[in-house]
């Protein structure tokens, strides 16, 4: 079966400073990985997406960025937080058009 | 603009209560509807997909329905245990298998 990681889980970091979040998935190949950032009261914002390795789309423009340097591996990055990147980030997985399955999610607050 | 709205934002039933939740979507096509379950500080957990008008989904206490204009989360005799945010989101005909989400609604069951 497939299961997908993230990490850190709770990430207090200081406004400028640089921020790397992972998302790695065990028991598939090659498939669709996505972020998205949920702010309270907002619904799922859908940041990047990508369809293999060294592939990345972005939905938003902002300070963030996003690689997948291995197949199974996506990783959102910032080189200077702000306050408004506060906010619970969600990794998510599909096959082709297939269901998206989400991991359990970092909490990040920038102070 | 593609745009999902769901009402209400926030339900509070007593144990057995039943009701229904509604997610609105305007969007020029529809490949799939999907519904989340979310608990609190966690990612979404996944309940349903719904393709086509007249399409219904049970599981357990939940059922989805799709009509061409929105879905129906109707839940039947609630448990305390249902409590959580409910999410909708729809996923368009063309391009890649991203997803527009709408905002949730929290549904709070009392015992």
């Known amino acids: 079966s497939q299961t997908i990681h993230q990490w850190p889980a709770t990430l207090v970091q200081p406004v400028g400073s640089p921020l790397s979040l992972e998302c790695t998935v065990e028991?598939?190949?090659?498939?669709?990985l996505y972020w998205y950032r949920q702010a309270a009261g907002r619904g799922l914002q859908l940041l990047f997406y990508?369809?293999?390795?060294?592939?990345i789309s972005s939905e938003v423009p902002q300070n963030l960025s996003a690689s997948r340097p291995q197949d199974r591996q996506f990783i959102l990055s910032s080189k200077k937080l702000l306050l408004s990147d506060s906010g619970f980030y969600l990794c998510?997985?599909?096959?082709?058009?297939?269901?998206?399955?989400f991991g359990p999610g970092t909490r990040l607050l920038v102070l | 603009e593609d745009q999902v709205t769901q009402s209400p934002e926030a339900l509070r039933l007593q144990e057995g209560e039943s009701s229904s939740l509604n997610c609105s979507y305007t969007?020029?096509?529809?490949?799939?509807l999907f519904w989340y379950r979310q608990d609190p500080g966690k990612g979404p957990e996944f309940l349903f997909t719904l393709y086509s008008a007249g399409e219904e989904k049970e599981k357990e206490r939940l059922k989805a329905t799709l009509t061409k204009k929105e879905s129906f989360l109707h839940i039947t005799a609630p448990k305390p245990e249902d409590s959580a945010t409910y999410l909708c989101a729809v996923q368009l005909p063309s391009g890649y298998s991203t997803l527009t989400f709408g905002k949730g609604t929290m549904l709070l069951v009392s015992p």
């Open positions: 990508s369809v293999g390795i060294g592939q």
């Open positions: 998510a997985w599909n096959r082709a058009q297939e269901t998206q399955y």
């Open positions: 969007v020029s096509g529809l490949r799939g």
């Open positions: 028991g598939t190949s090659n498939p669709n």
